[in-house]
């Protein structure tokens, strides 16, 4: 509760013979914690043995807070070992089980949120400026009863630019299912522009991975005939709900229409299920205010899919099996 004394239960570790461990369990985070603020705090604990091998390390969660709980936390790089800094936002119901494992969204940024696009000095205050997805949360427009986890990696540009981007946030996965509740069955990932081609493109270089994609206002990797073949195989079973205004003069919707032409004329074996594609009449580039919070709920395009469901709705029909 805010305000109160916080009083960690700490953790214990032994070896395969049974010896306790528990005097060289290593803990990170205690001292983050302020019980006059409601926050959600990590705590990680390490241990190793004799032989100097490390045990799986291991997360609490400690949720500050009164009838309000935490809209979203900002986690620096190294945070917890974290390989990249990120937004985060937990269920308000999250521990209340504790056997409960989350699904777990991924949302990838626009090119305006990267780390050379921000201040030096605060370079996670870049993922609060704009259209991204933190809006949801901070304007009270995300049920509580909704089960995500949602982390946005900032990625970076510059000389990180090509497969290396994709390799991180995949390390970036990892880390997170070893640090939260997650069910590895249940992986989503969306993304708006430049992060919309990232969406893309990320099944293609890591498949299986993920349980369904939702792209905003980008086209897909199908620059060649390369490039096309390797993304025709990595979505044959791949759920996708792709977004795009018509009126998007950075990236025209034509390029959106194009890699729907690809997965629906093109590709070798028709995808399954069948790829939708909801278009935003009067729609520019940033859509995404109008697709994170439903408000576009029961509209688009006649001609192609209309919004007839929640985005989060429909990523909970599908796991990765």
Not at 244 to 270: M, S, W
Request: with cysteine.
């Amino acid at each position: 509760p805010l305000g109160a004394n916080y009083l960690d239960a700490g953790a214990t570790a032994s070896d395969s013979r049974g010896v306790d461990l528990s005097a060289t369990i290593k803990v990170t985070g205690l001292d983050k914690i302020d019980t006059s603020k409601i926050a959600d705090y990590l705590i990680r604990y390490e241990a190793t043995d004799e032989e100097n091998h490390a045990a799986k390390a291991r997360t609490r969660i400690v949720r500050v807070n009164n009838d309000n709980k935490p809209k979203y936390s900002l986690r620096a790089f190294g945070e917890l070992n974290s390989p990249m800094g990120y937004l985060e936002h937990l269920p308000s119901y999250i521990g209340a089980d504790t056997k409960e494992r989350y699904p777990l969204i991924i949302f990838a940024h626009g090119w305006g949120h990267y780390i050379q696009q921000a201040s030096p000095a605060q370079p996670l205050n870049a993922l609060l400026e704009g259209a991204n997805i933190y809006r949801v949360f901070d304007e009270g427009n995300w049920p509580d009863t909704r089960p995500f986890i949602v982390l946005e990696p900032q990625r970076c540009d510059g000389e990180q630019v090509g497969d290396i981007e994709w390799l991180q946030v995949d390390q970036f996965i990892d880390w997170a299912l070893e640090a939260y509740p997650i069910d590895p069955e249940r992986i989503y990932m969306m993304g708006l522009s430049a992060g919309g081609y990232f969406t893309y493109r990320y099944p293609v270089l890591f498949p299986n991975r993920l349980a369904a994609i939702a792209p905003m206002s980008a086209g897909g990797p199908v620059e060649t005939e390369e490039a096309r073949t390797a993304f025709c195989k990595a979505m044959e079973q791949m759920p996708i709900w792709a977004f795009h205004g018509d009126a998007d003069r950075t990236v025209p919707v034509d390029h959106t229409l194009y890699t729907f032409e690809i997965l629906n004329q093109r590709c070798p074996k028709a995808p399954s299920p069948t790829p939708l594609l909801t278009i935003v009449t009067r729609g520019d580039h940033v859509i995404i205010d109008r697709i994170d919070n439903d408000s576009y709920i029961g509209q688009g395009d006649p001609k192609y899919t209309l919004q007839d469901q929640s985005i989060y709705d429909w990523f909970l029909r599908y796991t990765r099996r």
